[in-house]
């Protein structure tokens, strides 16, 4: 008895794992079916009309840019700098924003009299359009680094600030009463039990805020800039260049891409002590 | 002493009233008492986590006011830190002490295998069944080697055999270092066979101090057999006469829309 059910168990696993390989297949051949017809319908929409290449542009030309951006160099000077200026400013004024969100999130979220005083400004900020913020920085501290990396900042920093509001005051009082039993001042409880609970809800804001990094860091050159992405597509926009428009979101879109696998890395170091537990699909 | 609480609509439940309750050093004692009776409200008070409304709490002869010193506290529900292995949260008391590094993951090493868990020192907390966790929140607790240890009904989310060899393995651990122990519970079984002395409580709002029974049995007891002593079950039904009436009451508080409960 025993025997046949181990058998008919191996001979399971193996299936499930073909199965497994036979699914990956699919859905990465799903996946560049619709890459295809959608671009291909472009591409064959298009054509050589060039009427409608200014309008919006076509696949065969995009890659032609992003080519020409490799070899030549862009109106503004290399492809290389351009990435390197905005993600300088991105991943600048997101450190900063999250790290502030963290403090002031966690702060409010413990200190009762800092969430009264406080919190009503915190809404007010937050219900105005930030972006507009991007004039008054472009103003205020000119075309270079400073004015993207302060716009970023004002935009990440809510997203983090209201996750880490809210898990730090979702943490389980008894854990909180436990450390301080055990003999955990208020700071080491602080640090070693909120903190790291309050991590589940930071780092799901963390894929959020990093959108808004790139969203401010281009904003800001198209504001008012001499270097970097945005630069780049408001040149192509300013020529009538849709090609160019595209292939400069191409490259943020894998600028983007690459972001979200290193905070999913991330996610998954700070938060391996979990027990598995999602009931519907990863993305 | 005297507990009041406010609620959020400003009315004030009183939780305990008139508690009179010593525990001497090294003393086992339980209390039950019905649900709502402010059993584990006294444990808060004790602990410093919450102060008396009037009245005083006094732990080796100091006033307690902020957490107590020298307290081990084990709640119902597990808390443990989910996100640090066993080793990492048997080692927070001493870690949170300044102890060094080296000197306390070898103190922890030392409880973890007294409470029965060589081997699992690298395990976190969802990879252990509930009884594990109980004894990795037991190590973390005696490992400050507390003088008094709160237990708010440890045992009462395992299920019946497991509960039973907890209780046995407790009773071994309070051996060596031999804390006074207030343990709360509904079980009245559980309270006699682990207890030196069992507090029985009034019903709530407002409970209190209805009697105290010393429990003579001889140690060391077998939690799973002691039962079956003809003393046992004489002392069961002395403590269960007092105890029945109070049930009855805060049944029937329930009852009524009138009784407040908890």
Known sequence: ?283 | MRKDFRSPAGEIYTALRDVDLTVGAGEFCAVVGPTGCGKSTTLTLVSGMERATAGWVRVAGQDVSGITKGVGFMFQTDAILPWKNVLENVAAGPRYRGVDKRTAYADARDWIRRVGLAGFEDRYPHQLSGGMRKRVALAQNLINEPRILLMDEPFSALDVQTRALMSNELLGLWDLTHPAVVFVTHDLEEAIALADKVVVMTAGPGGTVKAEFPIDLPRPRVVQEIRFEPEFVDLYHRVWETLRAEVDIAYSRTQSPAGVTR
């Open chain 1, 1 to 283: 008895m025993t025997s046949v059910t181990v058998a008919a168990a191996g001979r399971k696993t193996r299936r499930s794992g073909a199965h497994a390989v036979r699914r990956k297949l699919l859905v990465h051949g799903v996946q560049v079916a619709v890459l295809v017809v959608v671009l291909g319908f472009w591409q064959l929409y298009v054509g050589s009309d060039s009427r409608k290449i200014i309008l919006y542009g076509v696949p065969s030309g995009i890659v032609g840019r992003l080519k020409e951006w490799i070899t030549v160099g862009t109106a503004v000077g290399s492809l290389g700098d351009q990435i390197r200026v905005t993600l300088e400013e991105a991943l600048l004024g997101f450190l900063i924003g999250t790290v502030l969100g963290i403090v002031f999130g966690l702060a409010m979220g413990r200190v009762r009299f800092l969430a009264d005083v406080f919190g009503p400004f915190i809404k007010v900020l937050n219900s105005i359009p930030r972006i507009v913020l991007g004039s008054v920085f472009v103003l205020a501290f000119g075309l270079g680094l400073e004015s993207k990396v302060m716009l970023v900042i004002v935009l990440v920093f809510f997203g983090v600030f209201f996750n880490a509001f809210q898990g730090a005051r979702e943490v389980d009082r008894n854990l909180i009463a436990n450390a301080r039993i055990l003999g955990a001042s208020r700071w080491q409880a602080t640090r070693q039990v909120v903190l790291p609970s309050a991590f589940t809800w930071i780092v799901a804001s963390l894929h959020v805020a990093f959108g808004f990094a790139l969203i401010g860091a281009i904003v800001g050159e198209f504001i008012g800039g001499l270097q970097g992405l945005g630069v780049l597509i408001k040149t192509a926009q300013g020529t009538f260049d849709a090609n160019g428009v595209w292939a400069a979101m191409v490259i943020m879109g894998a600028v983007a891409l690459a972001a979200e696998w290193l905070i999913t890395r991330l996610e998954k170091r700070l938060l391996r002590w979990r027990p598995p537990q999602l009931s519907g699909p990863d993305l």
